[in-house]
């Protein structure tokens, strides 16, 4: 599957928006669905969202619905995350990861993952 590299993290204000990124060094990414996952201090982790591989199926949790949006770039090999209107409670290391099934929820279904991106929102 090659690598996974989240990026676009970082402090940010309450009441922001933030789009991060999920690049991949193998072509294959575009054959496999991503999510993203979150995990906060002293938190189980968490998901946040998932995209299908040919990116028109979404699910987001429902906690998040309408504030955060997956997508995915296949002519980039990359996928994203907005995150609107951040609350000092969305602070928490970022992670992208690729499955084989869609919607997956749970973080065993999920192969590959990146090294995560912090984003802290400070409020």
């Not at 590959?112 to 991106?117: P, V």
Request: net charge neutral; glycine share 10%.
């Amino acid at each position: 599957q090659g690598q996974l590299v989240e990026s676009g993290g970082g402090l940010v204000q309450a009441g922001a928006s933030v789009r991060l990124s999920c690049a991949a060094s193998d072509r294959r990414f575009t054959t496999y669905a991503v999510g993203w996952f979150r995990q906060a201090p002293g938190k189980e982790r968490q998901f946040v969202a998932a995209i299908s591989s040919s990116g028109i199926m979404t699910s987001t949790t429902d906690s998040l619905e309408g504030r955060f949006t997956i997508s995915r770039d296949h002519d980039k090999n990359t996928a994203y995350l907005e995150m609107n209107s951040v609350r000092p409670e969305d602070t928490a290391v970022y992670y992208c990861a690729t499955s084989r099934s869609y919607p997956a929820r749970d973080g065993n279904e999920y192969d590959y993952w990146g090294q995560g991106t912090q984003v802290t929102v400070s409020s």
